[in-house]
């Protein structure tokens, strides 16, 4: 370790592999468990429930073509959830819809669970602070505005989310390979977040470490994994939609207007958000000097830009935009990276020390 550089422990940040690295401790244990009962009372309803009225079916009929064959919702494939698709509608040709919904549930909320646990590790932040936070953000609703959730019922972007943190997890962690993998697939599986999401991790990586050998490997395993998912979506777009301008304009305000539609999202919401975003901007930059919040500060940039794209497009009358769901990440990570940065402030103070947070070791 040169000097001016602390570990891993000496920080109080986990290690790679964190919490699941070692026996838990009783409180960890009854923490995650409390969460998971949580979790199943708030958001544990009959499947299908919700989106996943569709995002259900449509597997379902990959397996059983006979079944609403006549349906125009479902003339044409997902494209851009193909993965997705595909995994489901394997299970479902020989398990009930309903059980490989609860399937997908419960697999995408551990991995969730694991990820934020794992990522607040690398804030210093213990796991059952951490199990704490999940449940203040999940009972506040998730998002501030624009209806996102991470934590709910089966669709594609609750597996692609919880994969990328994972993945900014492991960048931080310095496990290039592992990062690029998940981000990568993570990207395939819902390639608008993964892009969105995936894409401002990239760009904080960049930033920090320059053109490195472990941020190339990382760069080409996140080209190559998310590939599959990324030309699935161009191949669908390719064929045309045939909507225009006007039309994305007629959705925003009436079929999505919950999603896309600023002027239908409280103005509180947007007051919200600016206060959440400015606090972790603070953060970050009070605790500059350790790579963590240097990253995260650097992550809430290119999302926050594309956030206020949106609201130049809509005024502008730009519909098309839109059609890229620039309302999505930074409403649902901002009040989540609110109660971690929150809960780091309390239990592991800024300190005085120094530079690069000796997290990132070559070789992952």
Same mark, same amino acid.
């Given at each position: 370790?040169?000097?001016?550089?602390?570990?891993v422990?000496?920080?109080?940040?986990?290690?790679p592999?964190?919490?699941?690295?070692?026996p838990?401790?009783?409180?960890? =244990?009854?923490?995650?468990?409390?969460?998971?009962?949580?979790?199943?009372?708030?958001?544990?309803?009959?499947?299908?429930?919700?989106?996943?009225?569709?995002?259900?079916?449509?597997?379902?009929?990959?397996?059983?073509?006979?079944?609403?064959?006549?349906?125009?919702?479902?003339s044409?494939?997902?494209?851009?959830?193909?993965?997705?698709?595909?995994?489901? $509608?394997?299970?479902?040709?020989?398990?009930?819809?309903?059980?490989?919904?609860?399937?997908?549930?419960?697999?995408?909320?551990?991995?969730?669970?694991?990820?934020?646990?794992?990522?607040?590790?690398?804030?210093?932040?213990?796991?059952?602070?951490?199990?704490?936070?999940?449940? =203040?953000?999940?009972?506040?609703?998730?998002?501030?505005?624009?209806?996102?959730?991470?934590?709910?019922?089966?669709?594609? #972007?609750?597996?692609?989310?919880?994969?990328?943190?994972?993945?900014?997890?492991?960048?931080?962690?310095?496990?290039?390979?592992?990062?690029?993998?998940?981000?990568?697939?993570?990207?395939?599986?819902?390639?608008?977040?993964?892009?969105?999401? $995936?894409?401002?991790a990239?760009?904080?990586?960049?930033?920090?470490l320059?053109?490195?050998?472990?941020?190339? #490997?990382?760069?080409?395993?996140?080209?190559?994994?998310?590939?599959?998912?990324?030309?699935?979506?161009?191949?669908?777009?390719?064929?045309?939609?045939?909507?225009?301008?006007?039309?994305?304009?007629?959705?925003?305000?009436?079929?999505?207007?919950?999603?896309?539609?600023?002027?239908?999202?409280?103005?509180?919401?947007?007051?919200?958000l600016?206060?959440?975003?400015?606090?972790? $901007?603070?953060?970050?930059?009070?605790?500059?000097?350790?790579?963590?919040?240097?990253?995260?500060?650097?992550?809430?940039?290119?999302?926050?830009?594309?956030?206020?794209?949106?609201?130049?497009?809509?005024?502008?009358?730009?519909?098309?935009?839109?059609?890229?769901?620039?309302?999505?990440?930074?409403?649902?990570l901002?009040?989540?990276?609110?109660?971690?940065?929150?809960a780091?402030?309390?239990?592991?103070?800024?300190?005085?020390?120094?530079?690069?947070? $000796?997290?990132?070791?070559?070789?992952?």
């Amino acid at each position: 370790m040169t000097e001016g550089e602390e570990s891993v422990a000496d920080r109080g940040i986990e290690a790679p592999g964190g919490f699941l690295a070692r026996p838990p401790d009783p409180v960890t =244990v009854l923490s995650l468990f409390l969460l998971a009962v949580f979790l199943v009372l708030v958001l544990g309803q009959p499947v299908p429930h919700s989106n996943e009225h569709f995002y259900l079916l449509a597997p379902f009929r990959l397996s059983h073509p006979e079944f609403l064959s006549h349906e125009w919702v479902f003339s044409s494939p997902q494209f851009e959830h193909l993965l997705f698709d595909g995994i489901a $509608g394997a299970l479902m040709a020989f398990l009930p819809l309903e059980a490989v919904g609860w399937i997908l549930r419960f697999v995408s909320w551990g991995i969730t669970v694991a990820a934020i646990v794992l990522l607040s590790g690398s804030l210093g932040v213990r796991p059952w602070m951490a199990a704490g936070a999940i449940a =203040v953000w999940v009972a506040n609703g998730q998002s501030v505005l624009g209806g996102e959730w991470i934590l709910g019922g089966a669709e594609a #972007k609750v597996i692609a989310y919880p994969l990328l943190l994972l993945g900014i997890h492991y960048l931080l962690v310095g496990r290039a390979s592992l990062a690029g993998a998940l981000v990568g697939i993570g990207t395939s599986f819902h390639p608008l977040v993964g892009i969105q999401l $995936g894409g401002a991790a990239w760009m904080g990586a960049l930033f920090l470490l320059g053109w490195t050998r472990e941020m190339g #490997k990382f760069t080409l395993l996140v080209f190559l994994l998310s590939l599959p998912g990324v030309l699935a979506t161009f191949m669908g777009a390719s064929q045309g939609d045939g909507l225009s301008n006007a039309d994305w304009g007629y959705l925003a305000r009436f079929a999505l207007s919950n999603h896309i539609d600023p002027s239908s999202f409280p103005s509180r919401a947007f007051v919200t958000l600016a206060v959440l975003t400015s606090f972790n $901007g603070l953060v970050c930059w009070v605790r500059r000097e350790e790579m963590s919040f240097r990253f995260f500060g650097i992550l809430h940039i290119p999302l926050a830009a594309l956030l206020i794209a949106g609201l130049l497009a809509w005024h502008l009358e730009a519909y098309l935009f839109l059609q890229f769901m620039p309302f999505r990440v930074l409403p649902v990570l901002a009040p989540l990276l609110f109660l971690l940065f929150l809960a780091t402030l309390f239990h592991h103070p800024p300190s005085p020390a120094s530079g690069q947070c $000796g997290c990132w070791e070559p070789g992952g």
